[in-house]
């Protein structure tokens, strides 16, 4: 007996099952916003519809149409509309129109390394929208033009700690792989708070790249700066002593022990980074130079290039005691900058190689900007009123000067 073929009989259309579901579904969702929103309208005015009571507030005036777009498609709600009081409802907070939400993800995405063809990818698959790459492209002017305000602003003519370091970023040039420098730097305002005080490409890290640097925060108005914590790069001291003469200078006590331990047996290191440390956990400059010379007796036959390094770069790490003691830990090293540079290379590993310094330098000054503004807005860095007088009578000179 032949075996029947039943697949002509009962045929399921997926596309139209899936549509069908998608349409229960933004029934489902529309009827539960609406509700919601007619529950934050009478809250908000201490009065159900049509009630009659001593505590309304305001009267209801008519709907507003008002469309989100979900993973299951667009959805038209009538938002409640009141004469006075202004209404807000926490469903349109959570699912805001999709061409502003949509438009803050794809910035989010692209300042996160995430490339063009795979926020397509993302898009499509959540939202079910397609961005092209000339929308792509537009968004990303529209950053570059955010960001290079910013970046760019003015800034206070007096800072009381500036830290000044590069970080190294492999860019595109010229159709080649090259190592490109982003000079940075970070300061304490005169109200403790810290501040991206700026970053620039500066290819190498020289006296001309500093010097160009440098020139151009002064340009922006920092006229006086306190303190300067950096490492010992020879071109960052001349293009400092040219810009900014006034300051006194703290060497890097962590970029310092690097320098002292590459003349160190790779057995001894632990041992001798320890004993480094001591010195500079002193109580007073005099103790410090009192710590390093036991050591330096005690290891300049077994690690004379080290120790002559140590005693060489000594001085220049001890500027710090000369500042407040609660500020010492801030000074004496330039973690706070390097802490920084770590969520930039964290960030820059998902794109590998940049394709051009813009978008390279985009998308650290993203990073940066976001730092100062979720993080070193919110919490007091140090109690600069301690530095307050000789600040005070800085501005006073400064201000002479102009005029």
Known sequence: MAKKDYTEICTIDETKVREYLYQQVRTALKELFEEIMNADAE?????????????????????????????????????????????????IERYRRMEISLEEALIEMYLAGVSTRKVSDITEALCDVTVSSTGQSRLNKKVYKMLEEWRSRPLPPVLPYLWLDGVVMKVRVAGRYENISLLAAIGVNPEGYREVVGIAPGFQEDRGSWGTFLRWLKDRGLEYVGLVVSDAHFGLREALSEHYPQADWQRCIVHFYRNVLTYVPRRLREEVAASL???????????????????IAANRKLLPEAMKVLSGGLEETLTFYAYPRRHRRFIRSNNPLERLFREVRRRSRVVGVFPDIDSCLMLATARLRWTEENRWGKKRYMDIDLLLEDLVAKSKELKKAKK
């Open 43 to 91: 809250e908000l005015i201490c009065a159900s519809r049509y009630e009659r009571t001593d505590e309304r507030k305001d009267q209801r005036n008519g709907k507003r149409k008002r469309t989100v777009k979900t993973r299951v498609g667009e959805i038209e709600l009538e938002v409640p509309g009141l004469r006075t009081l202004g209404f807000q409802t926490r469903v």
């Open 277 to 295: 440390k001591t010195i500079h956990n002193q109580e007073s400059a005099d103790e410090a130079r009192a710590k390093a010379e036991r050591l």
